[in-house]
């Protein structure tokens, strides 16, 4: 994993879930947590030293679209195909996302949703300062496109 170096609620989240993911799929050995800079250059660094490593990971899970953005541009410098020789995951699902090549697989986010919600969960606890706190969990769905599965960037043959 990809990860941020900040130590807020949505880094927490991600590596707990990234974490437990990783347990339940029995693959503890291999998970490994690099941190840097949330941004494009750091993720297309951090994967250019992974690649030339000795552990060369197979799949690479990012804090969020712009490291897997840089992710990709490492993989392709390299000669390599992201959802062949390495799966790459990003987090936000940004418009940017679809439109690479290969397509970026990620977990859309809805930041604009969450922003909505939270300001009406805002306007209500003004109104009713009393009442009864309100926990909304809202869904994040997996965008699957090539970068983690290569038969995307396939035709489909006709039967």
């Not at 897997?68 to 490492?74: F, Q």
């Not at 995951?89 to 969450?114: K, M, Q």
Request: negative net charge.
């Amino acid at each position: 994993m990809l990860a941020g170096t900040a130590d807020h609620s949505a880094d927490r989240e991600r590596l707990a879930g990234y974490r437990q993911a990783m347990h339940e799929a029995g693959l503890d050995d291999l998970s490994r947590i690099v941190r840097g800079p949330l941004t494009r250059c750091a993720g297309r660094e951090i994967t250019l030293e992974l690649m030339r490593g000795d552990d060369v990971p197979t799949a690479l899970i990012c804090h969020n679209d712009l490291v897997a953005l840089g992710a990709l541009l490492a993989l392709s410098h390299l000669g390599l195909r992201a959802g062949q020789d390495c799966a790459v995951v990003g987090v936000d699902d940004i418009d940017e996302a679809a439109l690479t090549d290969p397509a970026l697989t990620s977990i859309a986010t809805h930041p604009r949703s969450i922003g909505r919600r939270a300001a009406e969960l805002a306007l209500k606890r003004i109104r009713t300062p009393d009442g009864e706190r309100e926990r909304i969990v809202l869904e994040a769905p997996l965008m699957v496109r090539a970068s983690s599965q290569p038969s995307l960037d396939r035709p489909q043959e006709s039967p």
